[in-house]
């Protein structure tokens, strides 16, 4: 999400789709309508989902032919079983510090990825990474569950650029030249795991919007190193795959009112967003 030219609150209320992304991939993977189903999880409260924020993700996936679907039932191993790849974005707790998922649903998640699904799970800064922690920590995998930042010449900012080895080496980079990120947590790289986006030697994270806004202003807060840790994840889990990123805005195109277009409209981030689903539905 975007947290740095305008506050977290202020882009919570005004960012939103735009309506006007309109993907045309000269070569699409499956012809329209008969790729893999691709499940998007609505049942969660979730901020991302295929009807308000992530329509232009789905209109991506669309066009480059998967059967892209609203996951509106509470997770189970029926409910999963009809999906090749499902994809839960910014999941919301049902109160403060919980986790968004019951642990008979993060059970039936983690046994269907085993069994040879693919899952898809982001979860954008604070509040978002305390409410999947749970889940993430079901594949291993530590949610920083706050607010990343990098220093530039500027000063320090949350929206950040991943190039040259920042890129990790793995199928679902091939062709990429760079990837934006806005805001967003970290994640540890748990052992088996390639870190798609590596965090440069100088990320900070610190806990709340409060304390961003204090660095953003040049001030000192209480912070910790994020280097070494990542925005986005692969890993093979049993007999299926994961992906996990730290960061929601970079698989949606969306409108910033104080900051215009902003997302898959370029190809670089549009590529990546492609990749991570052909690598989760085995085209890589």
Request: net charge neutral; no cysteine.
């Amino acid at each position: 999400m975007i947290a740095l030219l305008l506050s977290p609150a202020a882009a919570h209320a005004q960012q939103h789709a735009d309506a006007t992304y309109d993907p045309r991939l000269k070569s699409p993977a499956y012809a329209r309508a008969e790729g893999p189903i691709v499940a998007i999880d609505a049942a969660h409260a979730n901020f991302h989902t295929l009807d308000g924020k992530y329509a232009p993700f789905g209109a991506l996936l669309t066009a480059d032919g998967y059967q892209v679907r609203a996951s509106t039932a509470r997770f189970s191993a029926s409910a999963l079983g009809g999906a090749t790849v499902l994809v839960i974005a910014n999941a919301r707790s049902p109160a403060p510090g919980a986790s968004a998922f019951a642990a008979d649903e993060i059970t039936a998640i983690r046994d269907w990825v085993s069994g040879g699904g693919a899952l898809l799970l982001i979860s954008d800064h604070a509040p978002f990474g305390t409410a999947a922690s749970r889940l993430a920590e079901a594949f291993g995998v530590n949610m920083g569950t706050g607010y990343v930042a990098v220093r530039d010449g500027r000063g320090v900012t949350s929206q950040i650029r991943y190039d040259g080895r920042e890129l990790g080496q793995h199928p679902i980079m091939a062709g990429i030249g760079s990837v934006q990120s806005f805001t967003g947590q970290s994640l540890g790289v748990p052992p088996g795991a390639t870190a798609l986006l590596t965090l440069p030697p100088d990320a900070l994270e610190v806990a709340t919007a409060e304390d961003l806004e204090v660095l953003k202003r040049g001030g000192k807060v209480a912070a910790r190193a994020a280097a070494g840790r990542a925005q986005a994840i692969a890993l093979p889990f049993g007999k299926g795959r994961i992906v996990v990123a730290g960061e929601a805005a970079m698989f949606t195109e969306q409108i910033i009112p104080a900051v215009g277009k902003v997302g898959l409209r370029n190809a670089d981030d549009q590529q990546f967003a492609l990749n991570v689903l052909h690598w989760l539905s085995r085209l890589r």
